[in-house]
């Protein structure tokens, strides 16, 4: 565990590179040979406007990575944040402790709110504007919502008190776990489903991205499943019944072009259509 943090405290940047790389690799593969939906779509083409925002994503959190590093130092050095208040107790436990509440403050709170307050979903609109997610769908995320959630991941840094190995940690796991999420894989249901149990499984993603209420308002989880659980946020619906996409913005060509989503968030609020519980199949 001591080298585990260790190397997270001092990894180099063309590691994180490679996980990000490796990570869309290894899932654009696996969604060749195990589709969950068989999308008529150029591949690449599909792409191009994701990887865009992932090289924006990636910017943003580079730029902006001295602040975490400074915060992290910070609350080590003055023993500050909830994880180090707690009584004394062994490594693995206070990294797991810290990656998950790094998971609850920086990500389905986050994801929470983005969903909740109307100007934050207008700039979350991009990545759920996707009519075909996959893996790149990842980091669909608007500049804007990169800067969002930068403030909500330094302020779970400075409240959790995690030290930068732990971060980097997180943020590594994070980036897998959402590239997992988002790909169009089908796992045995089963194994689905016993992986909800512990983390966000492909199937339980994909819920989130169905184009209507309540569904896009279920299953904020990054890493981690319990908080979904836990805060009464979970849903399912089964894969069949998915619809891609967001029912106010239908609009398939803007939602393609890089123009048209770096435009998206400076659009009029538009109310959601309607609220409609879809009953369950319940076949495979
Ligand atoms: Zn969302």
Request: zero cysteines; aromatic letters at 14%; hydrophobic letters at 45%.
């Amino acid at each position: 565990m001591d080298t585990l943090i260790a190397y997270f405290e001092r990894i180099p940047s063309l590691h994180r590179s490679l996980i990000l790389v490796g990570g869309i690799t290894f899932f654009w593969v696996l969604e060749g040979a195990i589709p969950l939906f068989r999308f008529k779509y150029g591949k690449w083409r599909h792409a191009l406007p994701n990887f865009f925002f992932t090289l924006t994503t990636v910017i943003v959190n580079f730029a902006l990575a001295f602040l975490l590093l400074g915060t992290a130092d910070w609350t080590v050095a003055h023993d500050f944040g909830i994880i180090n208040w707690l009584p004394e107790m062994p490594l693995w436990a206070y990294v797991v402790l810290g990656v998950m509440l790094l998971d609850l403050v920086g990500a389905y709170f986050a994801h929470w709110v983005e969903h909740k307050v109307k100007p934050l979903w207008m700039v979350h609109l991009v990545h759920h504007t996707d009519h075909n997610v996959d893996t790149t769908t990842a980091n669909r995320h608007h500049p804007l919502e990169s800067m969002i959630r930068f403030v909500f991941t330094l302020t779970g840094v400075f409240v959790i008190g995690t030290p930068i190995g732990i971060v980097m940690l997180y943020q590594s796991l994070s980036l897998v776990a959402t590239q997992f999420g988002h790909a169009n894989i089908k796992l045995p249901k089963k194994v689905d489903d016993l992986l909800s149990w512990v983390i966000v499984s492909p199937d339980m993603h994909k819920v989130h991205h169905h184009y209507k209420l309540p569904y896009t308002d279920s299953n904020y989880g990054n890493i981690f499943s319990v908080w979904d659980r836990l805060f009464g946020t979970y849903m399912k619906l089964d894969r069949q019944q998915i619809v891609y996409g967001v029912d106010t913005f239908p609009d398939e060509v803007e939602n393609a072009s890089i123009k048209g989503l770096l435009r998206q968030p400076f659009h009029k609020y538009r109310k959601p259509t309607g609220y409609e519980k879809v009953e369950s199949l319940s076949v495979d």
